[in-house]
């Protein structure tokens, strides 16, 4: 080959006399081009196109979020402080509206007496943003928001560390805020928010302060009551379906971690604006929440002000924690509901209580009606069978519906079948002793 054409070659003129000739150098480099295109349209993937990125010009945390640096003798971080005020509208009520809930109706939702002498003013809600969702000793909380009611204002403060060095300030200052107050509230901060700082708090060495503080954590009656008409218990759907809190613009949660990183890198301001907002809505949500869920234990008899769904996974929630007259006048009403699945919701548990108080009458009446709505009823089926067969001593009232319904067995799985076969045997060994 010639200098000419090694030349050539090194300056990437793939073209030699008579036929272009591959060069395998060439082949590589568009091949490294290609990767970092893919590289970078996966990153667009999680960073959207619009998202502000950072440059020569990188905005100050200072100007993207209303905050300044804090300084303590543990160190440095930044800090971020808002107020709602009494008037001010947050979905469909005034943050006057959601300053006074009932604690003995959250000690009900939690199932602890001791929230009932409580006031909210001693309550501190609490969510964290970290660098993933996986847990352990490689999550790093970086963003802490809280919130507190004074008067009937709600107050959101944010602390932030800027890189890992500020973990220990933040997590000191925590634990002294958190001193001032006697409880927390979260959403699902049981499973893990309270868990993953337990663990930074171990890792810095600190004093953790919310280790067995009372705790009312929002995720789990909210999953109870709201399950049935939702697709999901997430904040942001409660918001939208339940709140009437429409956000716009919110970063996805999963992009959270990655405007971190990018902070990290490029310390633009703008990758984390939205990030602050994000969390400071949570923690507002969360108080209007506690205000609604309570106020659903408080009035619900009232129930023209409520989804009659909601009111049945009440008093079905009632009923177990053992209220049995408050789910008796729940259910009662609920019976007479426009939605025919809360009707027959509730008839089935009101004529369990009726049972247990020896109202036949009445509990007959419902277990009638349902299986005249549904021919295929078991569980009136079998209660109208243990009905005849014990109370009135009428076997050939209870042969006869366990007759039909196993002629109709289709429907019926197997472990309903085995169990009625048996029934139907025995009602009819008892029968024929009968008329011996």
Same mark, same amino acid.
């Given at each position: 080959?010639?200098?000419?054409?090694?030349?050539?070659?090194?300056?990437?003129?793939?073209?030699?006399?008579?036929?272009?000739?591959?060069?395998?150098?060439?082949?590589?480099?568009?091949?490294?081009?290609?990767?970092?295109?893919?590289?970078?349209?996966?990153?667009?993937?999680?960073?959207?196109?619009?998202?502000?990125?950072?440059?020569?010009?990188?905005?100050?945390?200072?100007?993207?979020?209303?905050?300044?640096?804090?300084?303590?003798?543990?160190?440095?971080?930044?800090?971020?402080?808002?107020?709602?005020?009494?008037?001010?509208?947050?979905?469909?009520?005034?943050?006057?509206?959601?300053?006074?809930?009932?604690?003995?109706?959250?000690? &009900?939702?939690?199932?602890?007496?001791? %929230?009932?002498?409580?006031?909210?003013? *001693? =309550?501190? /809600? $609490?969510?964290?943003?970290?660098?993933?969702?996986?847990g352990g000793t490689g999550t790093f909380p970086f963003l802490i928001g809280l919130g507190w009611f004074e008067e009937d204002s709600f107050i959101t403060c944010q602390?932030?560390?800027?890189?890992?060095?500020?973990?220990?300030?933040?997590?000191?200052?925590?634990?002294?805020?958190?001193?001032?107050?006697?409880?927390?509230?979260?959403?699902?901060?049981?499973?893990?928010?309270?868990?993953?700082?337990?663990?930074?708090?171990?890792?810095?060495?600190?004093?953790?302060?919310?280790?067995?503080?009372?705790?009312?954590?929002?995720?789990?009656?909210?999953?109870?009551?709201?399950?049935?008409?939702?697709?999901?218990?997430?904040?942001?759907?409660?918001?939208?379906?339940?709140?009437?809190?429409?956000?716009?613009?919110?970063?996805?949660? &999963?992009?959270?971690?990655?405007?971190? %990183?990018?902070?990290?890198?490029?310390? *633009? =301001?703008? /990758? $984390?604006?939205?990030?602050?907002?994000?969390?400071?809505?949570?923690?507002?949500?969360?108080?209007?929440?506690?205000?609604?869920?309570?106020?659903?234990?408080?009035?619900?008899?009232?129930m023209e002000n409520y989804h009659h769904g909601d009111l049945l996974k009440l008093a079905l929630f009632l009923h177990e924690r053992g209220d049995v007259e408050r789910?008796?006048?729940?259910?009662?009403?609920?019976?007479?509901?426009?939605?025919?699945?809360?009707?027959?919701?509730?008839?089935?548990?009101?004529?369990?209580?009726?049972?247990?108080?020896?109202?036949?009458?009445?509990?007959?009446?419902?277990?009638?009606?349902?299986?005249?709505?549904?021919?295929?009823?078991?569980?009136?089926?079998?209660?109208?069978?243990?009905?005849?067969?014990?109370?009135?001593?009428?076997?050939?009232?209870?042969?006869?519906?366990?007759?039909?319904?196993?002629?109709?067995?289709?429907?019926?799985?197997?472990?309903?079948?085995?169990?009625?076969?048996?029934?139907?045997?025995?009602?009819?060994?008892?029968?024929?002793?009968?008329?011996?």
């Open positions: 080959m010639s200098l000419k054409d090694r030349l050539s070659r090194l300056v990437g003129d793939a073209a030699t006399t008579g036929e272009a000739k591959a060069d395998p150098r060439q082949a590589t480099m568009r091949e490294l081009r290609d990767r970092i295109d893919t590289l970078m349209r996966r990153r667009e993937r999680i960073i959207p196109p619009n998202t502000p990125r950072a440059s020569r010009d990188a905005v100050p945390l200072g100007v993207a979020v209303a905050g300044e640096e804090v300084r303590t003798p543990h160190g440095k971080f930044f800090m971020s402080r808002t107020i709602l005020n009494a008037d001010d509208v947050y979905g469909y009520r005034r943050v006057r509206d959601f300053a006074c809930p009932s604690m003995p109706a959250a000690a &009900f939702l939690t199932g602890h007496q001791a %929230f009932t002498d409580m006031s909210i003013k *001693d =309550g501190l /809600f $609490l969510d964290t943003e970290t660098t993933g969702l996986s602390l932030f560390a800027r890189d890992f060095s500020e973990e220990g300030a933040v997590l000191r200052y925590l634990s002294e805020m958190a001193s001032g107050k006697e409880f927390l509230v979260t959403f699902n901060g049981k499973a893990y928010d309270i868990n993953l700082l337990t663990t930074r708090f171990i890792l810095n060495r600190s004093h953790d302060m919310l280790a067995g503080m009372p705790h009312i954590d929002l995720l789990h009656p909210s999953r109870r009551i709201f399950a049935h008409r939702l697709e999901n218990a997430r904040l942001s759907t409660i918001e939208s379906h339940i709140l009437g809190v429409r956000r716009e613009g919110d970063v996805p949660g &999963f992009e959270i971690p990655q405007r971190y %990183f990018d902070w990290l890198r490029q310390n *633009d =301001g703008m /990758f $984390l604006k939205d990030v602050f907002e994000h969390n400071r809505l949570d923690i507002i949500s969360m108080a209007s929440l506690l205000k609604y869920l309570t106020d659903l234990v408080e009035n619900s008899i009232e789910s008796l006048r729940m259910f009662e009403s609920l019976i007479m509901s426009p939605l025919p699945d809360v009707a027959t919701g509730a008839r089935r548990p009101l004529s369990i209580i009726y049972k247990k108080m020896r109202r036949w009458d009445d509990a007959v009446k419902l277990w009638l009606t349902l299986a005249h709505a549904d021919q295929h009823d078991i569980f009136a089926i079998e209660e109208l069978a243990k009905f005849y067969e014990h109370q009135t001593r009428e076997l050939e009232k209870a042969v006869e519906i366990v007759r039909g319904l196993l002629e109709n067995r289709g429907h019926l799985n197997e472990i309903h079948c085995t169990s009625l076969e048996y029934r139907y045997k025995r009602l009819l060994y008892k029968a024929s002793l009968k008329e011996k």
